[in-house]
């Protein structure tokens, strides 16, 4: 092989890492083998952080402990308000509330739920505390002294452990609403107070007979998010 061809295998098998992964919002019960999980991680932990700090600490669940958090989380927050380690975005505006707008239409649309219906779409949000059903869920949490740049290198560790799962025919659903509740998870797994809760990624194998599957959302163009400057 030369290096012309190995160049294009690996763009082709990045590209197809990037393109065909997907939030997956129904999950099979079946559990993920601990040798792939195992291998899953090993992949992300190849993830570059500022001076190579890896803030990154997973807690992840399997079989009873999956759930336990389930239903200890869905009572939690039908009855307790948020409390997420980092804040919220404050609002969406301009750009971000129609790219927002459009992935929760596709979102609704999928499950046929229309515009307005309050009680569906309730139910369709408490699915996230629920973990889509997935088998295993794996809570992020950063360093609070690395501030926002842990956070980052936190982001990118989620990216490659999306990619990593998609590589191993893993599906998984990256879910800052889990951070919401930071507090319960602190308690829930005995998370140091010098931790701050990032998100979590549900993972297993996917439903693709569900209909909330089916749906893929679009990227911008190019145009729109970089600003060239050649003199
Ligand atoms: C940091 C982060 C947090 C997210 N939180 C949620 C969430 O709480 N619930 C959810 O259903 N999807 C969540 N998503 C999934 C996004 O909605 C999804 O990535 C986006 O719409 C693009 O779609 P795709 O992942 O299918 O390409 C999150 C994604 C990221 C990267």
């Not at 308000?81 to 649309?109: I, K």
């Not at 319960?184 to 998100?199: E, G, K, M, Q, T």
């Amino acid at each position: 092989m030369n290096p012309t061809s190995i160049g294009t295998d690996l763009h082709e098998a990045l590209n197809r890492l990037l393109t065909e992964r997907f939030t997956c919002r129904q999950f099979r019960p079946d559990p993920v083998a601990a040798t792939t999980i195992e291998r899953l991680l090993r992949l992300a932990q190849r993830t570059p952080s500022w001076c190579n700090t890896q803030p990154w600490h997973l807690h992840i669940t399997e079989g009873a402990a999956t759930e336990r958090l389930r239903t200890e989380l869905l009572a939690h927050v039908q009855s307790h308000p948020a409390s997420p380690d980092f804040p919220f975005p404050a609002q969406y505006t301009g750009a971000y509330r129609q790219r927002r707008r459009e992935c929760g239409l596709q979102l609704y649309g999928s499950l046929g739920i229309a515009k307005g219906d309050q009680e569906r779409t309730l139910r369709q949000l408490l699915r996230n505390f629920e973990l889509f059903d997935a088998p295993h869920v794996a809570i992020i949490t950063t360093e609070a002294d690395l501030g926002v740049y842990g956070a980052v290198d936190c982001g990118l560790y989620i990216n490659s452990f999306l990619l990593a799962a998609q590589s191993l025919g893993v599906a998984a659903a990256p879910q800052a609403a889990l951070a919401t509740y930071s507090d319960f998870l602190r308690d829930h797994f005995d998370i140091p107070d010098n931790r701050r809760v990032v998100a979590g990624i549900s993972f297993g194998y996917p439903d693709h007979d569900h209909p909330v599957n089916a749906f893929r959302t679009t990227r911008e163009e190019l145009e729109n998010v970089v600003t060239w400057h050649t003199a």
